[in-house]
């Protein structure tokens, strides 16, 4: 079983990386007409800050105080290859503009100058790739279901709470609705889980996920729900070791220790049909292999971009109310439709999504999480 699934989501990032084949979360950068110079600050830079700049059609445009330097290149991308080279001007600043436009959204960028990685000082910094990682925000054109409105807001609480099995303190991040009273709806509780190379901050600020809640919540789409976030221990594998990973330590982490502190910390639903799990990329395979292996624990499942499960995979139609499945049009779009439509064969409450235009990246799991909270505890 551990096998199948691995394999499944591979073949699932084969389906990214064939896709687009520069690197998965940005637009293959080929020659075009020059870009239209209505550039303004991306929204992620730090206050003041005029670079680095984006422009309507999508473009990016760097510019770096490194007068002494030989060489800069801005890599975009988890993982960050490929690149935009720099050229000096002559006042010594090092300038920039990407060959085509970015995909829509957000992402991860640093420098390479003279052989030495560096973030943009321009910029607010991500955690990705294992590392805090510069991070600029294409603005995207439905943008509004994850910007900053005028609603209420809930709170996001950060909790320490004691490990046993790994005998330390674990933190994690707890998304609070405006409408929770602790003295009385007791409210379903969703275990979102972040990808390789991110930790428990990235859900809430790449993903904007508790504004996606709070805008949802305003609109009437959902019933309020309380968002868990941890550090899913992925990174803890080297890289070439993945098909080893079986996710054991961090579902005891999970399962037998942190969801317990939940809900004895919060009002919540206790039964299995009130909590969810879901995750991104290697979060979607901790998920998956997870949901199979304690069916008692979580009554929804959801992946996005993190492979599929198959009729076999579950063993009782009844042990799950609702599965969600999603990736970016420029990922496996057709694997993952097929699963869901399989599921529902097998008589298993299973649907789909595709983010259109996207790849392996936030604005596919922003939108995502935006179409599957409307379906999880009805």
Not at 240 to 259: I, S
Request: aromatic residues 12%.
């Amino acid at each position: 079983m551990k096998r199948l699934l691995l394999f499944s989501l591979c073949a699932l990032l084969l389906g990214t990386f064939s896709a687009n084949a520069q690197f998965p979360g940005f637009a293959p950068q080929t020659p075009s007409d020059p870009p239209k110079e209505d550039f303004v600050p991306s929204e992620l830079n730090q206050p003041g800050q005029e670079y680095p700049m984006v422009n309507s059609q999508g473009y990016a445009r760097f510019r770096i105080n490194a007068p002494k330097a030989t060489s800069v290149v801005v890599s975009l991308g988890l993982g960050g290859r490929g690149g935009t080279v720099l050229q000096q001007d002559a006042d010594g600043y090092w300038v920039g503009t990407t060959a085509g436009p970015l995909d829509e959204g957000f992402h991860y960028y640093h420098l390479t100058i003279d052989g030495g990685v560096f973030n943009d000082p321009g910029t607010h910094n991500y955690f990705g790739s294992c590392r805090w990682e510069s991070g600029i925000e294409i603005p995207a054109h439905d943008r509004a279901f994850y910007e900053d409105r005028d609603v209420p807001h809930g709170t996001v609480q950060e909790v320490r709470f004691w490990s046993k099995s790994q005998d330390k303190l674990l933190r994690a991040f707890v998304y609070v609705p405006p409408t929770y009273d602790a003295g009385k709806k007791a409210f379903p509780v969703l275990y979102l889980q972040h990808g390789w190379g991110e930790n428990e901050y990235a859900w809430f600020n790449q993903g904007k996920a508790n504004l996606i809640m709070d805008n949802l919540i305003a609109e009437g789409k959902i019933e309020p729900f309380l968002v868990v976030t941890t550090y899913g221990m992925i990174n803890d594998v080297p890289m070439g070791h993945m098909n080893e990973y079986t996710a054991e330590d961090f579902e005891t982490v999970l399962c037998d220790e942190l969801v317990p502190y939940i809900d004895s910390h919060y009002n919540t639903r206790t039964d299995k049909f009130g909590r969810a799990m879901a995750g991104l990329s290697m979060g979607g395979y901790e998920t998956s292999i997870i949901t199979l292996r304690r069916p008692e624990v979580f009554g929804y499942y959801g992946l996005l971009s993190g492979g599929t499960y198959t009729p076999k995979d579950i063993k009782d139609p009844g042990q799950v109310k609702g599965i969600f499945i999603g990736c970016g049009s420029k990922e496996n779009a057709d694997a993952v439709n097929k699963s869901a439509a399989d599921l529902r064969d097998a008589g298993i409450n299973a649907q789909s999504y595709i983010s259109e235009g996207t790849a392996h990246e936030f604005l596919t799991w922003r939108r995502i999480l935006r179409e599957m909270a409307p379906t999880l505890f009805k």
